[in-house]
């Protein structure tokens, strides 16, 4: 399938289901240039059947060719109720034509209907392309800041 705008125009945006598991982990080894597919798939499963969830995919003709997974937080830590982005995938021959942002519309639509006002989402500054995508829909830094600790055997 030849990737162009004409053929875009019949894209659907629709929930994720677990029949789409695969296809989004094939994404996501597609874009990481990995064979491994299983860790990823069964992430993506996890995320179709819980109750909280507001992840999207984008097919075309049948073909899932992006994907856009988020979910729903009640609030937490001086947290009012929040969407959160946490992961995003597009084939490598459809990225750059707006399959990224008419799945964030989604989200950003689906996160309306369910009264959440904020939408969160962690980008390493590292991710300079990633970064660029979500500033420009309208993401800004957030108060948050981020911790972590590193568990060794």
Known sequence: MEAD????DRLTIRKMKPADANAI??????????????EYQKIAE?????????SFVAELDGEVLGYMI???LPGGFGMKKSAWIAM??????????GIGVQLANAIFEHSTREGIHT??????????VLLSFFKRLGFEKS???????????
């Open 143 to 153: 108060n948050f800041i981020k911790l972590l600790i590193r568990l060794y055997p």
């Open 5 to 8: 705008s004409m053929s875009l």
């Open 119 to 128: 939408i969160y989402t962690s980008v390493r500054w590292e991710s300079p």
């Open 88 to 97: 995003l995938g597009v084939r490598p021959k459809y990225m750059g034509q």
């Open 70 to 72: 988020g979910y729903i």
């Open 25 to 38: 982990a094939r994404i996501h080894a597609e874009i990481e240039q990995s064979q491994n597919v299983d």
């Open 46 to 54: 996890e995320h179709t059947v819980r109750n909280r969830d507001a």
